[in-house]
């Protein structure tokens, strides 16, 4: 059975840092392009990053540009988003999704997400 299972959300301060990951079981990411979107309070679900089965092929939010980084180990079958010089308005469930295609906003496979709460 195909599963994704993302952890490492939390609470941080403003200016913190926080690394979630997103391991996958039942099949082989690197197969699949992986994305990481996220749903604050009252507001619309939001894509944050992506990457292809090219480690080089990614996409960032512009919210996010320069502050959060996506990648895989193709070994641990996992994908990491780091965060850097979090926002209050990054507080959000944060969810990984897989998909053949690449950028989709509908992807075919979903964890259950993850919390990630920036405050002081």
């Known amino acids: 059975q195909l599963q994704l299972v993302e952890s490492g959300g939390g609470l941080v301060q403003p200016g913190g840092s926080l690394r979630l990951s997103c391991a996958a079981s039942g099949f082989r990411l690197r197969d699949y392009s992986i994305n990481w979107f996220r749903q604050a309070p009252g507001k619309g679900r939001e894509g944050v990053s992506c990457?292809?089965?090219?480690?080089?092929?990614?996409q960032y939010a512009d919210s996010v540009k320069g502050r959060f980084t996506i990648s895989r180990d193709n070994a641990k079958n996992t994908v990491y988003l780091q965060m850097n010089s979090l926002k209050p308005e990054d507080t959000a469930v944060y969810y990984c999704?897989?998909?053949?295609?690449?950028?989709?906003?509908?992807?075919?496979?979903w964890g259950q997400g993850t919390q990630v709460t920036v405050s002081s």
């Open positions: 999704a897989a998909d053949r295609a690449f950028g989709t906003r509908v992807p075919a496979y």
């Open positions: 990457i292809g089965e090219s480690d080089d092929n990614t």
